[in-house]
């Protein structure tokens, strides 16, 4: 089995032991990563007895668990620690969060119900107050998880029962950090950060009640919380970019409640250059997304990187190779990796984690060799009859948008790849709109465009890619193209392996790559094409088209050649 070698270093007793929630800091708070009970069951009631010990926050199909065992449909999975909170811990409320399970949780404090929550990748929290013991006191904290993966359609990204190919091994239960923070009574429930570059001010939107004050460099803000506040910096505003990553630190207080946050200034756009071409615009001038495909898995962790360092690598090395962009394929990571991009300095296409029901083959895969289309009320070809589950989607699109609203990396919203589980894609658009107007927008990635909004978005795989000019006027994508695999020896998994070139050598893989960008993508840039998304990071299971091998041990080609090898030419104004 593959590992990496901070799943080797883990320290099982304090796993991911730093701050979730790097937009929204307190001092105080207590990780419940660490060894917990857990058991499965085919009943609903709580077992008497439980199977063993499982390490939260890793999955338990995961090696870094402990467990290895698949959560199936029909079953339950159970989680119990003991909860003792500090002396002068509770400054008047007690909040427990979590940072994502996947997919149904039920969670009971000292056997009252705290809450419940539905979607596999987003946070909640509860305000466990009045279910609490006196201080000093252990008190009992149980959750329950359920989840279908494929067998339901709730948004489930690449997790597959029967992983293959492009499809990978289901993740259930906790996969993100549990923790406890103490709040006053009156605090600051959320945050809401707006750059306006153009007007040299950032609007802030305290959610909380009473007056506010924002610290930012040397300057003091004061306004009221549950207002937007437009807030004039001091000039010139610090533009944040991909080459130079600069963040403005924020500290905020309500009352009793102090937090610490940041945020960048920058602005995105579509617009026509100099050359009437339609291009993507950052800060007021014309730039390429020269990306990477980032599926965000991990042989010993799979949904749930080992370390903070391994989180870091990724990005990292992304960048030594010459790459701007990452595309965070229908999946939504840990705060603290779009912490990551925000400082180093890498711009992120967010996807919407896929759901619905089953996929049709000549629905999601056809139109890779015809460029066949189709319209997406046919909810039935798309694997969407069921009406809750779009209902269900558009939430948990809407949390995922709101969630992510405050990082100053991404660029660009998707809330559909290559039709799966796809419905009304201008609707769901919209629904983003409401939310954010300030970032773009890829309604379709890959294929079934309903022809709306500013992108273009292709996928290419099998054939020369020439560019052309979107007939509606549009920017011209390339979301997906490459997929060259190399299998490096000693690290690949058991799995059957899947690309969609293969090569037998290092050397093959870098003349095939540079062929690809010398005769193809860079001439299309030149022409218009205004972004181009490489498949891909990492190999994944037997998925071997990564520029890294999957335990991270081996970066396939020296980042310095690659970055030689994808360089693009410099846009004109």
Known sequence: MLTTEWGEALDREHPLPEYPRPQLRR???????????YAFTRSGEEPEEYDGEIIVPFAPESALSGVGR??????????????????????????????????????????????THEGGFLPFSADITPLLLPEGEENSLVVCVTDDTDKAPGSRGKQKLKPGGIWYTPVSGIWQTVWCESVPESYIRGLFITPHPEKSSVELFVDGEGPCRALIGGM??????????????EEPVKLWSPE??????????????????YFAMRSF??????????RLFLNGKPYFHNGLLDQGWWPDGLYTAPSDEALRFDIETAKAMGFNMLRKHVKVEPLRWYYHCDRLGMLVWQDMPNGGGTYNPAVISAPLLTGWHMKDNKYGAFGRRDERGRIQFLRELREMVTELYNCPCIAMWVPFNEGWGQFDAERCAAAILEIDATRTIDHASGWHDQGIGDIKSLHVYFDDYRYSPDKKGRCVVLSEFG????AAEDHVSEQKPFGYKKFKTADELRRGITLLSDGQIRPACRSGLAA??????????????????????????????????????PLKK
């Open 27 to 37: 001092e105080g708070w207590l990780n419940l990563n660490g060894p917990w009970e």
């Open 70 to 115: 698949t959560l199936q449909p029909g079953e339950y999975l159970w989680y119990r620690r003991g909860l003792t909170l500090p002396e002068g811990f509770d400054r008047g409320r007690v909040l427990l969060h979590f940072g994502a399970v996947d997919r149904c949780a039920h969670v009971w404090i000292n056997g009252e119900e705290a809450c």
């Open 220 to 233: 003091a803000y004061d306004f009221y919380a549950g207002t937007p506040a437009l807030l004039r910096l």
């Open 244 to 261: 130079e990553p600069q963040l403005y630190e924020l500290s905020l207080a309500l009352g009793e409640d102090r937090v610490e946050s």
């Open 269 to 278: 756009s579509v617009e026509a250059d100099s050359e009437g071409k339609k």
């Open 483 to 486: 997929g060259y695999a190399w």
């Open 532 to 569: 181009a998304v490489y498949t891909q990071l990492t190999d994944v299971e037997g998925e071997l088209n990564g520029l890294i091998t999957y335990d991270r041990r081996l970066v396939k080609i020296a980042p310095e050649a690659v970055a030689r090898m994808v360089r693009m030419p």
